[in-house]
């Protein structure tokens, strides 16, 4: 009987086999079929002159800029005279200089002898301030600390994860001890609203000592007073908003890279939906239907 078994099981699975290798002989020959339109579809076709002024506006001033001094705006320098004795909720769009308020007061403490934290919500984007403080500010002053890496911890300034600071905050608090820095940033601080991870920025502010000064910085925080007066009162705190209203300094632009290698924009000069694009959908389609 298990011998008999053992010949069914053979059998269905050579015929398995068999199939199997029907429909990848099947698969190869449809792609084959479909290499000659596939090659003709994929050649970049000429764009013709509405197309190209498009194309020409959408990469107009991409490039890196000739180096200027740097003329602060009016929130960046009231936010650096509030930092001196209050918390300071900055609220600014993306690009306008929010990461310049943080450098220029750790720059000022570090040359005071103090100490710094600044915490991301990200480890790449931790990865990448710890790269750009310590091209600025020297690599023997900067420490890094996530998950992942542990680098120079004892720096005067830390770069980490907001989890790392929380958790230095209860590892003191269990210890009785005091967390070794003077001044702390909070970037992305909109994260405190996230569903998952948002108490660990509610743990790191409330658990901060009031003697550390608080700097939030985000783009996306709309209810700033809400947020700082539950701050204030959580901290016994004064915390100033800089609030930076208005557009994005750096403009953003949308574009679409088609199968054949072209950029095409994704909004025409009216801001509506590139019709040029709907071709490349039409062509998917087909594809699809081939397939079947």
Known sequence: MARSN????????????????????????????????SFAESRPAELNDTQKRALENLLSGIGTPEPMPIVPDDFQIEALQAI?????????????????????????????????????????????????????FGAENVGILTGDRKENWSAPLIVGTTEIYRNQLFDALRQGEQVGTDFVILDEAHYLADEERGHVWEEAIILSPPRIRLLLLSATIGNAEEFAAWIGEV???????????????????????APNTQLFPLFNDAGKFNRDLERFAQQENRFERRRR
């Open 6 to 37: 053992r010949e069914k099981r053979g059998r269905s699975d050579s015929r398995e086999k068999a199939r199997s290798n029907i429909n990848r002989h099947k698969e190869r020959n449809f792609k084959r079929d479909l290499v000659a339109e």
């Open 84 to 136: 001196e004795t209050q918390d300071v909720l900055v609220t600014a769009p993306t690009g306008s200089g929010k990461t310049w308020i943080a450098r220029e007061e750790i720059r000022r403490l570090l040359e005071q002898g103090k100490r710094a934290w600044y915490t991301t919500p990200l480890k790449a984007l931790t990865n990448s301030k710890y790269m750009e403080f310590s091209a600025e």
């Open 235 to 257: 901290r016994g705190t004064s915390v100033k908003i800089i609030n930076r209203a208005g557009s994005r300094p750096v403009e953003l632009r949308a574009a679409f890279l």
